[in-house]
């Protein structure tokens, strides 16, 4: 039986951001963990997916890598997302993307595209799958890293634990579900679903207690061989330290019917003060 905890019920109409002409403004359900000022890196992720997937898009491509690099915290302001088609291609294409506020570049990020071949090529793996997490339903419903105000990790993402908890160090496995849309009006792709959990891989595998460090992701990198199915995505995450004030953060990814791809974040990691 699940362990259930009380979300409050999001109103109406309820997104991420809103389309604003060409921009869009950052709702409370964007914002991070480590201060309200600042959107949580998953939200950013899908609105650049957004973004990528409506650039020259002439089909027969798949998207298959998004590595999203935050120059900066992205703050609770308006943003607009750029794209380059930087390397066209029959086979490969390469787009770019740069997010703005107020004129200032605070994210970039470069996501590969391949061509889909014909469904008489798929490749057989020469080993079995590792096994598949418990179910979404198997989950609990566990208390989030907190609580003092409206955030894209307490209300923005339903999130059920099958391994682990946020209030406990270690790897942990997890379900999330986007609570509503990631721009006002529109259904969330699988990919805009994928990129938006595969964000919180250094939360769900925490190694330091949260409120004695910060272990702040500058990068997130997601790939995947299929595009997930249905509306849950699964983090089976863990955290490496190496070199003082470095680590790493990557969590296979799965969706109900089997993996998809995986995640990895690069961590800095210091003491807070």
């Known amino acids: ?61 798949q998207l298959a890598r998004l590595t999203l690099e935050l120059l900066r915290p992205v703050p ?3 943003l607009t997302v750029t794209t380059f088609l930087v390397r066209p291609g029959r086979k490969v294409q390469l787009v770019d993307a740069v997010v703005e506020s107020g004129g200032v570049e605070v994210a970039w990020a470069r996501a590969l595209r391949i061509r889909v071949g014909p469904d008489q090529d798929r490749a057989t793996p020469t080993v079995p799958e ?20 409206r955030a894209f990790h307490n209300q923005g993402t339903e999130i059920r634990f099958v391994r682990g908890r946020f ?12 609570r509503c849309p990631v721009v006002a009006g529109e259904d969330p792709t699988p990919w805009q679903r994928a990129v938006a959990a595969g964000d919180f891989g250094n939360g769900i ?16 990198t997601v790939a ?34 089997g993996r998809i791809g995986r995640a990895v974040q690069s961590l800095l990691v210091e003491p807070l003060r």
């Open 130 to 149: 590792d096994g598949a997490p418990p179910p979404p339903e198997a989950g609990a419903v566990t208390p989030p890293m907190s609580d003092a105000y």
């Open 76 to 78: 609770m302001a308006r």
């Open 167 to 178: 209030d406990e160090l270690g790897p942990a496995t997890a379900w999330f579900r986007l």
């Open 1 to 61: 039986m699940a362990e259930e905890r009380y979300v409050e019920p999001l109103e109406a109409g309820a997104a991420l951001f809103e389309p604003d002409g060409g921009s869009f403004v950052p709702t409370p359900l964007a914002r991070g963990p480590w201060t309200a000022r600042a959107l949580h890196g998953g939200p950013v992720a899908a609105l650049v997916a957004r973004a990528v997937e409506r650039c020259s898009a002439e089909g027969g491509q």
């Open 205 to 220: 595998a925490a190694e330091l207690d949260f409120g004695a460090h910060m272990f702040i992701n500058p990068d997130l």
């Open 224 to 257: 995947l061989h299929r595009p997930p199915v249905g509306e849950w995505i699964c983090l089976d995450a863990r955290t490496r330290f190496g070199t003082p004030g470095i680590g790493n953060a990557e969590a296979a990814l799965w969706d109900t019917h």
